[in-house]
């Protein structure tokens, strides 16, 4: 997978992985990765599959529709990746928080769902709910941090919260945090995922 790779000089901190919303790249969210902890390893990955020449992690049949079938092998397929690039870089594979946006978002969510130890945690800005109807593993010590937004009119009021309940009846330690905004990315949010991942 075409990617970026900045090694940190502390051997304790996380490995953020970074993953991209629908027309994004793996430069997107390198200011995220610098608000949030300047002093971890980055490893921002493009998505895969190409939509009308956008890039993303997985394919839709329709806006929020997903194409399962896809979600599940390019989940796999990004979970086998991580193995890789733990070893090719020697960070800790135990220890990869997910940073995520929309579409980029969506695909850590289900690294969630599918592998208990795929993440030790996540931070997702604006994301769905991956899968419906399966049972999820273990993730009783997992954090995650949600980004929504009141007006979102991709990613609703209830899937924020339904996503927010499978991850906390899975056992997560979840904080939701609302914007009063639709689906962009604000300083705002941006602002309380850094605190929320600095306050443990």
């Not at 304790?12 to 902890?37: M, Q």
């Not at 090719?88 to 289900?110: C, E, H, L, P, Q």
């Amino acid at each position: 997978m075409k990617h970026i790779f900045k090694q940190s000089n502390d051997s304790t901190k996380p490995t953020f992985l970074l993953l991209h919303g629908t027309g994004g790249t793996e430069e997107d969210l390198l200011p995220l990765a610098e608000a949030i902890d300047k002093d971890s390893n980055v490893l921002s990955v493009r998505g895969n599959v190409s939509e009308n020449g956008m890039p993303r992690f997985f394919k839709r049949l329709a806006e929020g529709v997903f194409d399962e079938k896809d979600l599940i092998a390019r989940t796999k397929e990004l979970n086998e990746f991580l193995d890789e690039a733990a070893e090719k870089y020697s960070f800790d594979r135990n220890n990869i928080v997910a940073i995520g946006y929309s579409n980029g978002a969506n695909i850590a969510a289900s690294l969630m769902f599918h592998y208990q130890d795929a993440l030790k945690g996540a931070i997702l800005h604006h994301p769905m709910v991956p899968r419906r109807g399966i049972e999820l593993p273990d993730l009783s010590d997992k954090r995650v941090f949600i980004g929504a937004g009141t007006n979102d009119p991709i990613c609703s009021a209830r899937e924020s919260e339904n996503l927010t309940s499978l991850l906390e009846n899975a056992g997560a330690d979840v904080e939701l945090h609302w914007e009063n905004r639709g689906h962009q990315l604000t300083p705002g949010e941006v602002k309380a995922a850094a605190l929320w991942y600095n306050k443990n």
